[in-house]
T-cell receptor, first 108, second 117 residues
Framework: GQSLEQPSEVTAVEGAIVQINCTYQ??????LSWYQQHDGGAPTFLSY????GLEETGRFSSFLSRSDSYGYLLLQELQMKDSASYFC?????????FGSGTKLNVKP | GAVVSQHPSRVICKSGTSVKIECRSL??????MFWYRQFPKQSLMLMAT?????????EQGVEKDKFLINHASLTLSTLTVTSAHPEDSSFYIC?????????????FGSGTRLTVV
């Protein structure tokens, strides 16, 4: 089976940098994705790491270490609109399995 | 960008009735569609994978006779919740992979909030 762990909640102030960690256990691992979900909305794709290292997309970056079964999402220059839940998801045997989500609260 | 249109967005039904949820890929062909369920403040749980023209594969613990999935065309997949009960009340979301060239980005439908009374 699959298991993913990420913090349940993180609070940060506008303009700050926050890192959301994700550790996983799975078989048939292909990669790690990150999704953002605002309350009542559908998840939206943020990034995917298939190889070790850092992927940067604007204010968001994502990192993967396959040997450590670990990844993180880095959000820079936080804005109020970044308040949402963030899910890591392992890509395993052509399916995606989601972590429990991290609720990010951005305060002024 | 690639869009998956999901309908209805909200539905209230009586116990014992059936509800059909549709997901259409509007500008791409979705050979594979994933169906998830999400309870309030919880994660998305993969229920089943539907492949166009073949039977869906269900995750362990998901009743295939209760959650009927049909993927008759490359642009339409449906989930029917049969004999719905209050415990089936949840947020149901479909998802499809857009393209191998988009770093395995999957696009999601907007979700269907089902309330069984």
């Amino acid at each position: 089976g699959q298991s993913l762990e990420q913090p349940s909640e993180v609070t940060a102030v506008e303009g700050a940098i926050v890192q959301i960690n994700c550790t996983y256990q799975t078989s048939g691992f292909y990669g790690l994705s990150w999704y953002q979900q605002h309350d009542g909305g559908a998840p939206t794709f943020l990034s995917y790491n298939g190889l070790d290292g850092l992927e940067e997309t604007g204010r968001f970056s994502s990192f993967l270490s396959r040997s450590d079964s670990y990844g993180y999402l880095l959000l820079q220059e936080l804005q109020m609109k970044d308040s949402a839940s963030y899910f890591c998801a392992v890509h395993s045997f052509n399916k995606f399995y989601f972590g429990s989500g991290t609720k990010l609260n951005v305060k002024p | 960008g690639a869009v998956v249109s999901q309908h209805p967005s909200r539905v209230i039904c009586k116990s014992g009735t059936s509800v059909k949820i549709e997901c259409r890929s509007l500008d791409f062909q979705a050979t594979t569609m994933f169906w998830y369920r999400q309870f309030p403040k919880q994660s998305l749980m993969l229920m089943a994978t539907s492949n166009e023209g073949s039977k869906a594969t269900y995750e362990q613990g998901v009743e295939k006779d209760k959650f009927l999935i049909n993927h008759a065309s490359l642009t339409l997949s449906t989930l029917t919740v049969t004999s719905a009960h209050p415990e089936d009340s949840s947020f149901y979301i479909c998802s499809a992979r857009v393209s191998r060239q988009t770093n395995y980005g999957y696009t999601f439908g907007s979700g269907t909030r089902l309330t069984v009374v």
